[in-house]
């Protein structure tokens, strides 16, 4: 059975500093990975997908790594942003959708 | 506005007492699913559906229904709901109903409080 973890549960930085979020998974036979931010009361939104052949996405200040035989994931948040404050979850893709616990993100100003 | 609409966005009542989550989505997706949300362990899966009249369990199906009459619609069924379902609830849709292909959408989340 897929296990998914992340690491570190909470995660506080001063704003402008660049920063690693992990995802671990246990099985390496997966589709893809996605990311998704998730506001206090909010639903999810989806950030980045990583296609399983694919090592690594971009948008904006964001960019998102697969290394699938070592089963680990990163979100690279460049120049942190009060405005980043959420929580991060990981997702991997198989039959079904397994989400890690998520990264509770604080950016202060 | 493409959209997945969830009610109530939040619900509190008492145990035994039948309720229904309503889910819809305007996107003409096939795969819809319900997950839970728990302090320290993220989301899981209640049920799932990769078209009409077709769900299958996730991995927390117990003490739930649902049912697929229509494409737009998947409403999460608790039929005698008890305190241990008090969680923040998430549905979801997806284009293809062959497995789960992404982005998946989801709505804002139904609070339910059980007492």
């Known amino acids: 059975k897929q296990e998914v973890t992340q690491i570190p549960a909470a995660l506080s930085v001063p704003e402008g500093e660049n920063l690693v979020l992990n995802c671990s998974f246990t099985?390496?036979?997966?589709?893809?990975l996605q990311w998704f931010r998730q506001d206090p009361g909010k639903g999810l939104t989806s950030l980045l997908l990583?296609?399983?052949?694919?090592r690594e996405q971009t948008s904006g200040r964001l960019n998102a790594s697969l290394d699938k035989s070592s089963g680990r994931s990163t979100l690279y948040i460049a120049a942190s942003q009060p405005g980043d404050s959420a929580t991060y979850l990981c997702a991997v893709i198989l039959n079904d959708m397994r989400f890690g616990a998520g990264t509770r993100l604080t950016v202060k100003p | 506005e493409a959209q997945v609409t969830q009610n109530p966005r939040y619900l509190i009542t008492v145990t035994g007492k039948k309720l229904t989550v309503t889910c819809s989505q305007n996107m003409n997706h096939e795969y819809m699913s319900w997950y839970r949300q728990d302090p320290g362990l993220g989301l899981r899966q209640i049920y799932y559906s990769m078209n009409v009249e077709v769900t299958d369990k996730g991995d927390v199906p117990e003490g739930y229904k649902v049912s697929r009459k229509e494409k737009r619609n998947f409403p999460l069924i608790l039929e005698s709901p008890s305190p241990n379902q008090t969680s923040l609830y998430f549905c979801a849709s997806s284009l293809s109903g062959t497995g789960v292909s992404l982005p998946l959408h989801f709505g804002n989340g139904t609070r339910l409080t059980v007492t």
């Open positions: 990583i296609q399983s052949s694919q």
């Open positions: 099985d390496s036979a997966i589709y893809n």
